[in-house]
């Protein structure tokens, strides 16, 4: 068999380019302190104590009732110490000094404390300061809640948090990583009693059908083409678009020149399967592999494939490609490089 002609320094430096374009652009954002899995507790003072799960597990303990209370603690503290007028943020974070690994909290005042209108006689009527929110932030986990008095923290305090999770693992069905749970439940006498949690499941979102033309080059040419896809979105837990699959078709336009100012059009068109994903928070990359379904001229011989790296910015148009192509039965390769526009 005849070795396939390829350099491969150039192949791997046009795979690099593809890849670290994918993934340099942009920076990765912090990560939000409001959980997409959420658990509602009533309190016997119709408060509401709201747990946010990063992902809601019944396997795992989230904390135990001694950090818990020690957390409240810290909150009355900081309460008593602090001008208040509105609500504070607790986060607990276990950091690496040394060897160690050691606990820090950290107390903030609560950026938009909620406001609250009394509503009497004609007129309506804003008053500040009488209900205390609280945010709790731990690893995976953030827990809300407000008092109008802090005497009610000695009875959110009392809560066995570790009931809690047993609960979780009484009630929870895992319906798959790409479930989004919510549960409702009380809390009597310093126990929580969950009633249901309920799993929404977040499948194929929509199909997604566009247009596009580019421009690649080809060996020693420059090459025009136009692109019809057809594409599966799923979303992630959240519902935002992460991963893309489905079937591309590229029909490449070769002009070969017969005489002085004579040309002829050769018609070349690829099937291509592909998957994307969304890495960063901003760019997507994709894999895309195909084969020639529509052969014109000589420029491909025997069979002919291609395998593509696509990246691309959210909501942007244009994307970035860089291809090896097989001809002659896997014979012969070389690289590709192709700019597109999709509408």
Same mark, same amino acid.
């Given at each position: ?6 350099n ?5 430096i046009?795979l ?11 920076? &990765? ?6 959980y997409?899995?959420t ?6 003072t119709n ?19 001694d ?5 409240v603690?810290?909150m009355?503290t900081?309460?008593n110490?602090?001008?208040l007028?509105?609500g504070?943020?607790v986060t607990?974070?276990?950091v ?6 050691v606990?820090k909290?950290?107390?903030s005042k609560l950026e ?14 804003q008053?500040?300061?009488?209900r ?13 809640f407000?008092?109008?008095q802090?005497a009610?923290?000695?009875e959110?305090?009392?809560l066995?948090i570790e ?17 989004l749970y919510?549960?409702?439940?009380? &809390?009597?006498?310093?126990k929580?009693?969950?009633s249901q ?6 499948g ?5 059908l566009?247009a ?7 060996r020693?040419?420059?090459?025009p ?5 057809m594409?599966?979105n799923?979303?992630d837990?959240?519902?935002? +678009? ?5 079937a591309?078709?590229?029909q490449?336009?070769?002009f070969r020149?017969e005489?002085?100012?004579? =040309?002829n059009?050769d018609?070349?068109g690829?099937?291509s399967?592909?998957?994307?994903h ?5 760019y997507e990359?994709?894999?895309? =592999?195909g084969?020639?379904i529509?052969?014109?001229?000589e420029?491909?011989r025997?069979g002919?494939y291609?395998?593509?790296i696509y990246?691309?910015?959210?909501e942007s148009?244009?994307?970035f490609?860089?291809? &090896?192509?097989f ?5 012969d390769?070389? +690289?590709a490089i ?6």
């Amino acid at each position: 068999m005849k070795k396939i002609k390829i350099n491969k320094y150039l192949v791997l430096i046009f795979l690099c380019i593809g890849i670290v374009e994918g993934y340099t652009q942009g920076s &990765i954002e912090p990560l939000s302190i409001n959980y997409p899995d959420t658990l509602v507790l009533k309190t016997d003072t119709n408060s509401e104590v709201v747990f946010s799960f990063n992902r809601m597990s019944r396997k795992k303990e989230y904390l135990t009732d001694d950090l818990w209370k020690s957390t409240v603690n810290i909150m009355e503290t900081a309460v008593n110490n602090t001008e208040l007028d509105g609500g504070l943020v607790v986060t607990y974070r276990t950091v690496e000094e040394g060897e160690e690994e050691v606990a820090k909290v950290e107390v903030s005042k609560l950026e938009r404390p909620n406001d609250i209108y009394v509503i009497g006689g004609d007129e309506v009527v804003q008053k500040n300061a009488d209900r205390i929110e609280f945010r709790m932030q731990y690893e995976q986990l953030t827990i809300g809640f407000s008092v109008n008095q802090l005497a009610e923290l000695e009875e959110i305090k009392a809560l066995e948090i570790e009931s809690v999770w047993s609960q979780i693992e009484m009630k929870f069905e895992d319906k798959g990583r790409r479930n989004l749970y919510n549960g409702t439940g009380e &809390i009597k006498y310093g126990k929580a009693s969950i009633s249901q949690i309920e799993g929404n499941n977040q499948g194929l979102d929509n199909i997604e059908l566009s247009a596009g033309v580019g421009l690649g080059f080809y060996r020693d040419r420059w090459v025009p083409d136009i692109g019809f896809k057809m594409a599966f979105n799923m979303p992630d837990r959240l519902g935002n +678009p992460r991963l893309q699959f489905g079937a591309l078709y590229t029909q490449h336009y070769f002009f070969r020149e017969e005489a002085e100012d004579d =040309f002829n059009l050769d018609v070349n068109g690829f099937l291509s399967g592909f998957v994307s994903h969304q890495f960063l928070p901003k760019y997507e990359l994709g894999l895309a =592999f195909g084969a020639l379904i529509h052969r014109d001229g000589e420029f491909y011989r025997g069979g002919t494939y291609k395998f593509s790296i696509y990246t691309q910015k959210n909501e942007s148009k244009i994307s970035f490609t860089p291809e &090896i192509i097989f001809t002659n039965d896997f014979k012969d390769a070389f +690289p590709a490089i192709k700019f597109g526009l999709s509408f």
